[in-house]
């Protein structure tokens, strides 16, 4: 851990390198994301989406 923060210190505009998924962009070529990322797109409504309709009988 310290010859990271020593290399960080010294470098010009150091930073700690960014190892979430995310953060990687052979991963986000191939359409690999995080488990947030993932559930953020579940969630969200599908505009092209057809509302199906219900019988009686489904309500029952």
């Known amino acids: 851990m ?3 923060s020593v ?3 010294f470098k010009k505009n150091g930073r700690f390198p960014n190892t ?3 953060g990687n962009k052979h991963l986000r ?3 690999i994301s995080s488990a947030q990322t993932q559930d953020k797109q579940a ?3 599908n505009p ?3 509302r199906e309709r219900r ?3 489904d309500n029952e």
């Open 20 to 22: 979430h998924v995310c």
């Open 29 to 31: 070529k191939q359409g």
């Open 43 to 45: 969630q969200r409504e």
């Open 55 to 57: 019988s009686k009988t």
């Open 7 to 9: 290399t960080i210190l």
């Open 48 to 50: 092209m989406a057809v």
């Open 2 to 4: 310290v010859l990271m």
